[in-house]
């Protein structure tokens, strides 16, 4: 199964990371990816967020255009984070793979 969590608002990023550590109970396998653009992006940042970030077997991505929208640069991130050029493509491209899209 693979699955893309999708963080657009900077207040959704509690509510992924429970829907995320909930999924990671159950005993099947997931490929998972959040992604996070808009305002979101500067979740990244954020202290109480670094946990989640740092969690195995969850991919982070972070749009760039966001990133450029709010000042951010890839070197601000946490290591694991993925710079894509746009999440909107991201996520395009990771639905025509078979990603399940959630979006809390």
Known sequence: MNV???I????KWSETASNVKNLLK????????VLVNGGAI????????QSFISTAGITFHACNNAMRAN???AA???QNVEVV???????????????????P
Not at 8 to 11: G, P, R, T
Not at 26 to 33: L, R, T, W
Request: glycine share 6%.
């Open 85 to 103: 050029p746009a999440g909107v493509l991201d996520l395009i491209e990771l639905q025509a793979k078979g990603y399940a899209y959630i979006k």
């Open 71 to 73: 000042k951010i640069e």
């Open 76 to 78: 601000q991130l946490p």
């Open 42 to 49: 500067k979740g990244y940042l954020a202290p109480e967020n």
């Open 8 to 11: 657009d608002e900077l207040a």
């Open 4 to 6: 893309v969590f999708h």
């Open 26 to 33: 159950e005993p099947v396998e997931a490929k998972i990816v």
